[in-house]
């Protein structure tokens, strides 16, 4: 029976999806393991990539070693699998000598925090002008699932059989401490602000630095006993708290216990002038903070250091 609505709104029989165009459809099946939340982030910048109206031949992605690493391979732009820690460095030179490319890095906690965590620093010190996703599944997952940098404290792992002992990066936090104009958290549970995460970043002018927590059920959940990659999400659907203007030293993660709160948002978008070394004498580099998020605490970099 054809009712009045149905036949105002017909179905519409497509043979491609509008994001197909984006993607390299002859790398799928992918590699990723059964919840893995990658695929989610790969999806989300894919759709800030069509959204942003900036041409495809435009756009450049970046990566490291890792499973995120392989986000690059997936994407029908210029794209680039870079060796172990080097994604941020080989973008840097990308971003600086074409300027008018959308550059964007999409890599793992622990390619870009602990042996890429020198050039992370550097390059959000100088507000340069890339898009840093950094896919956080709290451990090396690729490689046996070892405790990285952002592993919380207690939490289990292949080398940390009995809870890791080492204070885990604070990565919003970080970010903004050593420069970086707009820093902002989400899950891969928040897929609409995400992406919308991903197509501000894009706009920016200057460095801007994404976290996105993502389920690891193999490296990670097991050894933790948080179960499959749906209930990771069900952690974060039930603890996550939309703040944008938290205090950013008191939201660090700790995914092993399920009374703290896991706080995510946009948290800082401020205005520097992005790093541009051949264009004369450098420009100051005082922040000035978004009228309508005139936050005292995202005034500038050393604002972080004054508490409330």
Known sequence: ?????????????????PIDKVLRADRFPHILCPACG???IIHCYVQA?????IPLNQHVCVSGIGCSGRAAGYINVDSYHTTHGRAVPFALGIAVYRPDLHVTVISGDGDLTSIGGNHLIHAARRNVNLTVICINN???GMTGGQAGPTTPLSAKSSTTPFGSWERPFNLPHLAHAVGAS????WTVLHIRQLKEAVLRGIHKEGFAFIEVLSPCPTGFGRPNDIGDGLEEMRRYRRRCHVDDNAYLPE??????NDESPIVVGNFVDVDRPPFHPALGEPASTTAKPDPDRADARTQSRES???GR
């Open 1 to 17: 029976m054809t009712t009045a609505a149905s036949a105002s709104n017909p179905t519409r029989i497509v043979e491609t999806h």
């Open 138 to 140: 709290f451990n090396y």
């Open 251 to 256: 939201i660090d993660i700790d995914l092993t």
């Open 49 to 53: 990539i069509i959204e942003s109206g």
């Open 38 to 40: 990658i695929g989610s």
């Open 182 to 185: 707009f820093v902002a958290r």
């Open 304 to 306: 972080i250091s004054n």
